[in-house]
């Protein structure tokens, strides 16, 4: 029994647990993710039959999603807190990193300017809210978002066009000699979905996940899942628990503030019903929960799901039950029922755990060649 | 029109809407304070008594929808409002006990934060459900004319403010009817007084040999009945669409929720008229100003006096 040696099992638990090892295979994912989702997809589909490929901005578009839930994981995953309002981030750094373009239209510019204010107005809100715990928490967080979204479609009309929605960006190419929409090889096969934007959101959602996973798997992130668990023993051992709740308030919405500025450069078009509606809050959560709350990649499986079914699935028609169309979001409600209510890990446990049951298989292959 | 003329049709109208209020608050409110459960479905029950009465009261042409492909081009009994009012709270409350069966009894013991998102998954789908089956397209408010032989539309005249839709004042007589029944069903009734007891504690009351699970199945029955009965009113003035369970039903019941104080009838009837009054208050003035108002205000409550104003329970967790 080879495979069950306890060496083995510690290495490949090493290998596991290994932080380069978590960012060097979400890279890898983010190279391949738009050739799958585009082209290998769209091969499957004409196989059977069925359009099921993504479209070129899709992956962008997942990464987005992908970047601010990893963030809001942070604070519902990890410290245990369920905000419904975490639009107020998204939608404010999104008409930031908007006007800032009539100023300086550089998208790392936009992105730093949007960024910016969403965690500066995160600590007032973060200040406030986590004096509250559960319901109460995600109601005043609710209010907050809401107070944006009639402020920003009526009396804030000035500034975000209102309910006409805020179409004037300016985006200038990166680094002003990049087009963002241009494809980065152009003319090659399989690599038409490669778009400067993509390479773009690519660097910083690789970027978010090693922050994400620097800050958990630290002495600092470790206090967020112990308040997680059980907040009282926090306080006993002598931490000021306010303080690192307000903290993980912060990053999370931090990371959804750049994932709002670079939404509004991916759409070019903002509404408040996208920008600040608390649907859209809801839909972080349902993300999180879907993929995973309380592990670092788990919620982007859920963004991908969420993105790829609302986006795709819903043009598919099956042969026999015909046009899935609207239907998609009861399946999604369904979906998402059963989850909380039977697998409370989401989805992505099962597949690591299936991964690593691989991973193992090959290790004991190995072993016994030698 | 003079101050005191604003002043006067501010709180009619702040009563109307208060009523409406209140109801959804009662019913989230007992069932927060008795069985510790939070509901975000319950803006899905305002939904169902909405659809429900509109189809009691009257035939719908339909446009889209799964019925509509099946050729079902008209939908509902044409009835009229007092056979609504007479089946709509019957159809909540069956809704609420095979609800609380079904979804929430299994997480009674489970965190709140459980709850809630099982309970918004569970709004969304009964959303879904109604838009794919009657479809997602606006329908016109259905308020009667006539009751029992009397008028009940157009304009009456009342002193100070003038004419003032007779509608409305009887929409408040209804909403404090009903939550006055209500009232009485706790704090007069044997199966009341058990409701109570096992607010305060549930062990004790099993412990004493009565059924509390039965009591439970009562209580959300009659909460959901409250929230589909508020539902019924709604549509008598405002259009009806999939979407007004979540819009016009779930966050106001929370915030009347957390103005009044968790497990308090009597904050959630305070907190519904407060609210109420100040949403009539600023779209009679400063329109634009007044959803931001309502928040900042819960937002301030929250804050300063998280028990709300009569809070009995304090949430944990």
Sequence with gaps: MTGNSPERRGLFARIKASERLTVLAFAIGVVVFPFLLVDGLQIVGEAIDVSIGGYVGLPSLVLIYGIIVVGFNILLGFTGLLSFGHAAFFGTAAYTAGLTSWAIGDPIVMVIAGAIVATLIAWPIGFVSIRRTGVYFAVITLTFGQMLYFWALGPGAWLTNGDNGFSSLQTQPLLGTFELDAVVLEGVPFLESYTWEYVFIGLIAIGGIWIANRIINSPYGLIFEAIGENQQRVSFVGLDVSRYKLMAFILSAHFAGVGGALFVMHEAYLHPNTAYYWIQSGDFVIMTILGGAGSLIGPVFGAFIFEYVSNIISGVSLPVIGAIGSLWRIVLGAVFVIIVWKFPGGIYPPIRDGVARLGAWIADLGGEEE | ?317
């Design chain 2, 1 to 317: 029109m003079s101050i005191l003329e604003t002043t006067v049709s501010i709180l009619l109208n702040g009563l109307q809407l208060g009523a409406i209020y209140a109801l959804l608050g009662i019913g989230l409110t007992i069932i927060l304070g008795t069985m510790n459960f939070l509901n975000l479905a319950h803006g899905a029950l305002y939904l169902i008594g909405a659809y429900t009465g509109l189809l009691t009261i009257k035939e719908l042409t339909l446009r889209t929808g799964i019925l509509y492909d099946l050729g079902f081009q008209t939908l509902g009994l044409g009835a009229g409002f007092l056979a609504a009012l007479a089946l709509v709270p019957i159809v909540g409350f069956v809704v609420g006990v095979v609800m609380e069966r079904l979804v929430a009894k299994p997480f009674y013991k489970r965190p709140h934060t459980d709850q809630l998102l099982v309970t918004f998954g569970l709004a969304l789908i009964v959303e879904e459900v109604v838009k794919q089956v009657i479809g997602g397209n606006t329908f016109q408010p259905a308020g009667p004319t006539e009751l029992l032989g009397v008028t009940v539309s157009g304009p009456i005249n009342l002193p100070i403010v003038g004419a003032f839709p007779r509608w409305r004042l009887i929409i408040v007589l209804i909403g404090v009817i009903v939550i006055g029944l209500t009232g009485l069903l706790i704090t007069r009734t044997d199966w009341g007084m058990v409701v109570r007891a096992g607010t305060r504690d549930s062990e004790m009351v099993t412990l004493l040999g009565i059924p509390i699970g039965r009591s439970y199945a009562l209580i959300f029955g009659v909460g959901a009945a409250l929230a589909a009965f508020a539902g019924l009113i709604g549509i008598t003035y405002q259009t009806v669409s999939p979407q007004i369970g979540t819009q016009q039903a779930l966050i106001p019941a929370f915030l009347v929720l957390v103005v009044g104080g968790a497990g308090s009838v009597r904050g959630a009837i305070v907190g519904g008229v407060v609210l109420g009054t100040v949403v009539a208050a600023f779209q009679q003035t400063y329109s634009q100003w007044t959803f931001i108002v309502l928040y900042l205000l819960v937002a301030l409550v929250l804050v300063f006096r998280p028990e709300g104003i009569f809070g009995s329970v304090q949430v944990e967790e």
